[in-house]
């Protein structure tokens, strides 16, 4: 029979410890997230994994892994590509289960058929703290016998479920009383398997999400090195709504609204491209963060960037880095030749960056609209 601990608003640190132990050795609680009330255990335990079988019955669905962040999730599960990003930076966390492919981490005992992986980060505080301070990951189900209708109120819980559990909270009624809305990840066209809370600000989401790749290219003044690479990786890569990619660029202290160079311009002319619309652009945070890839060319730039927008340093590449140069030479005041240079060099990376950029298209299953 569970202990049950009364924690409508608050809940108090002994209580905290208790639930816990529960969970740290292999035990099973009952807690509130922000849709419905759980039940909770350790995560790639095989004992904790069948009594929770044990106790919900014949199960037709996968249990829900709880993360206390977006970072912690990518730390465990590996870098998710750039449209799932989009997708789990807007709705996490939040009242949404996303369902990702299976990966090495997730061992091939605990997984369910085909269904593959779902993962949560709910907006109720108890659960992120929870993982945050679990010696391993957490699983969730709802708690409830299979079949039966997910309790989002204490008095819901079935009386027989609290004979098999080791601790029970009850902290009222959960924020969105329904369901979480699950959304799959696993292919394009992303979409919603089970609709719940959110839903029109998910669809937005998606829809967004589907968009084309943003890339963004940074240098100094963005009149020089950032023009030229952004229209030679767009020119390499074609229609962005074919190839998946959208190439932009932008300088950290932009000469805002003067034209490119006119030996870059010269250079890029004898390459059949035109950089006469070209005008300055200045680096924004919100530029850096409606950015999915951004490469700069300089570790200046990256620290500028960082500093702006600190959220966005997981996405910033060095624009040399495929062909080993750690920076692209600012050509700036000097002679054609020293244009020239650079301008090879700019050449040679972006084609480098073309392959990356493609396979992570390709990898993610984007498909042309």
């Known amino acids: 029979m569970a202990q049950i601990f009364e924690t409508e608003g608050y809940i108090p640190s002994t209580v905290f410890r208790k639930l816990m132990r529960v969970l740290n050795d292999g035990g099973v609680a ?3 997230s922000d849709t419905v009330y759980g039940l909770l255990t350790g995560a790639f335990d095989r004992q904790s994994f069948l009594r929770l079988d044990k106790i919900k019955g014949s199960r037709e669905l996968p249990y829900t892994l709880n993360f206390a962040s977006s970072k912690r999730l990518e730390n465990w599960y590996g870098r998710l590509n750039p449209f799932q990003r989009r997708v789990s930076n807007a709705v996490l966390p939040g009242p949404v289960t996303l369902i990702f492919p299976y990966k090495p981490a997730v061992p091939k005992g605990f997984r369910h058929r085909d269904h593959g992986l779902g993962v949560r980060i709910p907006s109720a505080a108890l659960t992120p703290e929870l993982c945050d301070r679990a010696e391993m990951p957490i699983w969730s189900t709802s708690a409830n016998r299979s079949g039966q209708t997910a309790p989002t109120d204490f008095p819901d819980v079935d009386p027989g479920l609290l004979e098999d559990v080791d601790l029970a909270l009850n902290s009222g009624p959960t924020i969105y009383r329904r369901a979480s809305t699950v959304i799959d990840l696993r292919q394009f066209p992303y ?11 998910i669809k937005r989401v998606l829809h967004l999400a589907a968009q084309p790749m943003e890339v963004l290219i940074i240098c100094t003044g963005n009149i020089c090195r950032s023009p030229l690479a952004g229209a030679v990786l767009g020119d390499m890569l074609g229609d962005p709504d074919r190839s998946g990619v959208h190439v932009s660029s932008a300088g950290i202290n932009a000469a805002e609204g003067l034209p490119a160079t006119d030996h870059m311009k010269r250079i890029a002319a004898e390459w059949g491209i035109d950089l ?9 945070g919100e530029l850096a963060r ?3 890839v951004i490469l700069t060319a300089e570790p200046l730039h990256r620290d500028w960037i960082i500093e702006l927008a600190p959220d966005v340093e997981d996405r910033i590449e060095m624009l040399g880095d495929p062909v080993g140069f750690e920076s692209i030479p600012d050509p700036y005041g000097s002679e054609y030749e020293a244009y020239r240079q650079s301008a090879d060099l700019i050449r040679r990376a972006a084609a480098a960056w073309r392959v990356r950029l493609q396979t992570i298209v390709a990898e993610a299953g984007w498909c042309a609209r």
């Open 191 to 201: 979409r919603i398997k089970r609709p719940g809370p959110w839903l029109d600000h």
């Open 276 to 284: 006469n619309r070209h005008r300055g652009r200045q680096l924004t």
């Open 30 to 32: 009952i807690t509130a």
């Open 290 to 292: 409606s950015s999915d």
